[in-house]
């Protein structure tokens, strides 16, 4: 496999921004059996799976504590990991357009610049905690451009009501971010910030839905959130499978687990 560090200037978010890239190529176990010409062949075009990190990370995280390489090697599969910063993946009124830099910006880039598969059926995106929550919502918002969702250890809450759990790295302090993409996000309800809208939304007005997989662990505290959405889009009819693992909190041993066995098998 090869791996790179890809720096663009976004549109989306008018500035400089990284996102780190797996990308199959010439390996021993491949060039055993193969032609350079059948490995570097501009006709080849993998599946894409864009990965987000969590609260705190940056596009570094599933390379420095997961084996994410190895696994796609494994998989023949393209894997993008964005810096999504403490955004919530969320477009903000005055400020990121982080859900429009993922699913309008980056999987163009990625067309672009990678050899992909520009079909919906081979475009996929997914995360752990904060990055659970964020490609559920984007692929909610965005139903015909990523057809599985991967969503380990988080999901979106329903806007307007009380938050069971409430993040802050910097404790009380009014006056900076706290995990929500929005401290009153009432305003937010019936936009494509609302995982629970859209998710309606696309069955109404008979839009392609994505599958989901849903994964969290016993001892997770995103327990309720993640019952509570999966519950929501089940009796909504979406395809989903879902598990809760006995043993595991919020944990990197858990999501390195769980991103090998859904690349063998959900992607």
Known sequence: MATM????????LGRQVDFNAVIPSYTLKRGRTEKFDDIYSPENKYKLLILLHGF???????ISFSNIVRYAEDNDIVVVMPSGFNSGYANYEYGDKMRSFIAEELVRVCRYM??????YEDTYIGGLSMGAAGSAKIALAYP?????????????????MPKGVSLSWFGDDPNVYDSDPNKDDTKLIGTPEDAYFT???NLDRKKPVPEFFITIGSLDFLLSTVRAFKEYIVDLGYKVKYEEVQGYGHQWEFWDLKVKERLYDFF
């Open 5 to 12: 560090k890809i720096n663009i200037l976004s549109r989306c």
């Open 56 to 62: 705190t990370g940056d596009c570094n995280d599933y």
């Open 114 to 119: 990678l050899p992909v598969s520009d079909r």
């Open 144 to 160: 015909e451009v990523f057809s599985k969702v991967l969503c380990m250890s988080g999901a979106p809450s329903r806007l307007g």
């Open 199 to 201: 998710a309606k939304d």
